[in-house]
Nanobody, 125 residues
């Protein structure tokens, strides 16, 4: 089992920045990738960014390219999502997820095995 705990959400004005953190515990050696997803009210959960745990390769949704950066600190078992130039459309609950089985960097939520509880990000206009 892997446990994930997110932190760093909050309220920010448009154009501002936030950094989300997700710390993994438990059988972290089994993790292949870590991802961030988000879900706004009335919308489906969508992929934001992901990173391969060992190689560090990354992938982003088109709507966050150039604004968000995913990174990880293996020694701390923590993945980060630096969010800059935030827009009101970025308002959502952000979820951290861990994939223990997919041999490529997945953007599909169904391929992630473990999920955090979510952290609210609200961007005011």
């Amino acid at each position: 089992q892997v446990q994930l705990v997110e932190s760093g959400g909050g309220l920010v004005q448009a154009g501002g920045s936030l950094r989300l953190s997700c710390t993994a515990s438990g059988r972290t050696f089994s993790i292949y990738s870590m991802g961030w997803f988000r879900q706004a009210p009335g919308k489906e959960r969508e992929f934001v960014a992901a990173i391969r745990w060992s190689a560090g390769s990354t992938g982003y949704a088109d709507f966050v390219k150039g604004r968000f950066t995913i990174s990880r600190d293996n020694a701390k078992n923590t993945v980060y999502l630096q969010m800059d130039s935030l827009k009101p459309d970025d308002t959502a609950v952000y979820y951290c997820a861990a994939d223990r089985s997919t041999l490529y960097l997945s953007r599909m939520s169904r391929e992630y095995d473990y999920w955090g509880q979510g952290t609210q990000v609200t961007v005011s206009s």
